[in-house]
């Protein structure tokens, strides 16, 4: 009811939960397995208060983004990943490919 009362619609799926597509359907999976799944280790204690869960919550995604190593980006976390892709695309413009033209 809330987004729909400000004008906004879901794309497909179900509104306003994660099961509006895939990728999102996907993270949160990994988070439940992950994160807040007996034997985490990212549960430090009890989660019996908001700021608990979000310092778990938190602590997952510097580890996913930061820390875990992905087989697909040459075992590399992707926040180096990305920092090595903008690096390389930044640099000086291939002029011969740059004049080009398409088939």
Not at 41 to 54: H, Q, S, Y
Not at 71 to 93: Q, V, W
């Amino acid at each position: 009811e809330t987004v729909a009362l400000e004008g906004l619609v879901a794309s497909i799926g179900t509104v306003g939960d994660a099961y509006d597509n895939a990728a999102a359907e996907t993270v949160m999976g990994l988070y439940k397995n992950e994160a807040v799944a007996k034997n985490s280790p990212f549960i430090t204690g009890p989660l019996k208060t908001l700021a608990d869960v979000e310092k778990l919550t938190f602590d997952w995604l510097d580890w996913y983004n930061n820390r875990r190593l992905h087989s697909a980006l040459g075992n590399m976390p992707p926040a180096e990943y990305e920092l090595h892709y903008y690096a390389g695309t930044n640099g000086p413009i291939n002029i011969e490919a740059a004049n080009k033209t398409a088939a």
